[in-house]
Every structure is written in structure tokens, then in C-alpha cells.
């Protein structure tokens, strides 16, 4: 039977993903194009959902709250405290709410697996969406996988895989040429951890529940990135998406060389099936020239900053702008493309004091 017609996407308002999560299906009617795939078989049923949705947002807390609590039904808990900076907290239902004094802080809110699972993908989709978040993390879980933990860590330990973790740097000397991972074994089940908690890309493998669950666990840039794709891109369908993602962080194969045409391990292939690998791309980093660094402020920072401009206006922000003292670097920057670009130069000797920090450029 093939796994691309067995999965499961029971998510919607009164329905429960197994062990938690969002369900990349259809079950709840996503408002765009592409529903999932439905599963029609009761046995060995392969989920895939959002396991752990959390991010900000720079609307108005107030206006945070009312909108949440239409969108889902719920009255509005006033927590004791806050959390990681925050100053206040609340909790709708299973969706927690953080806010501060602190505009630039912007409006945090979480999901837990259970919430994910309660509120239902296309409630994901529209949080997303209409608060215009920026995703500071984004988990994808696989339930009921056609593999064991033990096939995961046996074909790690011996390179069997393509995957950008690379060992630890601190490894002892019999672990120097093995990808950073670590394994836990329990009376309940074994769990096997790929990578580093710390870093942006981090996997877990359990079987703890009696089934066999992957976990991918995004954060920071590779978190809005996968929201992007996840929730932005339509000609994809989910389930195809969310196996992409979790193949571009981990790939089994029969030869531990980094070819991409390598064949998968056969339970790998049972899993993954025909779905391609979906390379995250990331915002380039800022680059030498000042253009680049436009459109890399831009592409990041936004949607932030135009929230921010439509609060304080540009003056405001510019205003904070003259605190900040260029580096060289930075002046060898403007330097180089004012030189290039003489119209733009007379005008900003006219207008700014930049003639004092940059020097002539002629």
C-alpha cells in the first residue's frame, strides 16, 4: 500500500491528531488550493502535522486579543506572569499570549502540540496570515512512521544519510567522524536526538507512545522560512511539504555520500515515497555592496519595520537612526557606492552629513 495515499489529517474544531499536532490535511478546509491528502483506511495511518507553532507579531495587544478570541471562541485567561522578557500573559483555550511595555518586543504567541491540534491547520494558516507573524519557531512531526528508532540510529551511526549536521567539535575520538546526535534509552521507549537543541535545525526520533514519531523542530530563520513555505505556497500540496522539509534536514540512503541521486534505504523510501526534498532558502547573508543589503533588510526585517514605521512614522525611526555610529566597514560601504553613483552622491552631500563620516568620494 502506498504511504501517499494513507495520510491523515483529522484536525478540524472536535477532532484530535494523534500524539498532538496541526495535521498538514484537509480536514478542516484550508481556504486555498491545495488540501492534503485524505486517508480511507483505519490501519497504519502516517500523520504529519505542526507540532509546535510560536510567533510574533506587531499589532497592538489589545487588538491581539480580540482578534484571537473571535477567531477561536475564547474567553481571554489573564495569566500571573509572562515569559522569556515578556511582562504579561494570557491564555485562550490552549493558545498562550505574550505581551510588554516594550513596542519592539511586538506580541508573542504559542502553540503547544495539544493547541496545534485543537485549533487545526487552517486556523494556523489564518493566524499566519492575518497578524502577519514572524515565526521564531515551527515543529513538523510524522506520526506512525514506517520505520523503527533503532533504523534511524544505525544508519546515522554509520553515515548512511545526507544531512548538513556535521560532528560535534567536541566529540571524543571515536565520535569524531559521527554527525552529532545522542541517544537515550528508557524502560518507556528510546528516543534518538540529531544535531544540536541549540542551533536551528534540530530532530528527534521516539517510539515512547507505541508508534514510532519524527520530529523536526525549526527555529529562528529556518522557522519563518518553513512558514513560508508551509503556509504561503500553493503549488505544493502539504504532505508533500512537510516530507520535503524533514528530507532536507535528513536523508537515508544506501551510500553515506552527499550525490543526490543515491538510493534511499528502503524503509526511508517506504516514508518518504516520490516526494521531492525542498531546500529552505534562506535570506542571503548581507553581502559586500549596499544594494545587496537593501534587499536583505527588506526580505528579513520588513514586514517589522513597516509596522514600525505606520506606529512612530519614518521620522521617528530615522530619528533613532542618528544614534547610530557607522563602523568602517560600513563607510567603506557607502564609500564605495557613492562612488559609483555620482547623481545620488551630490544629493546626499546636500541633504546629509555624510561628507564628514564618508569623505570625499571622488
Known sequence: MSLASNIVAATGPGARAVGGGAGLGAADQPPYSNTGVENSVDTEKLHLGIDYFRGTTFYTERYVLKYLADLLSESVEVLGRGKNGYTRGYKLGEVLVYGSDTSAMGVNIELSGIACSQVGYHTLRTMYHVLELSMSRLDIAADYCPFTVEDVKNAWMADKVRSYIKPAKDARDEWKKIRACRVIESSTGDTFYMGNRASEKFARCYNEKGFTRFEL??????????????????????????????????????????????????????????????????????????????????????????????????????????EVELKPKHRKMVAKYLKQNKDIAERVYRSRHLVGQVGMCT
Do not use: M, N
Request: aromatic share 10%; glycine share 8%; proline share 3%.
Open 217 to 322: 523542530e525549526l527555529k529562528g530563520k529556518q522557522a519563518r522560512v518553513a512558514a513560508k513555505k508551509i503556509f504561503e505556497d500553493d503549488d505544493i500540496e502539504l504532505p508533500k511539504k512537510a516530507i520535503g522539509i524533514i528530507r532536507a534536514f535528513a536523508d537515508f540512503v544506501e551510500k553515506g555520500s552527499h550525490r543526490i541521486h543515491d538510493k534511499k534505504l528502503s524503509w526511508w523510501e517506504d516514508f518518504v515515497q516520490s516526494f521531492a526534498l525542498i531546500v529552505l532558502p534562506l535570506p542571503k547573508k548581507v553581502s559586500k555592496g549596499l544594494e545587496d543589503a537593501r534587499e536583505y533588510i527588506i526580505e528579513t526585517f520588513g514586514k517589522t519595520l513597516k509596522a514600525c514605521i505606520e506606529v512612530w512614522g519614518i521620522g521617528a525611526i530615522l530619528g533613532r537612526l542618528d
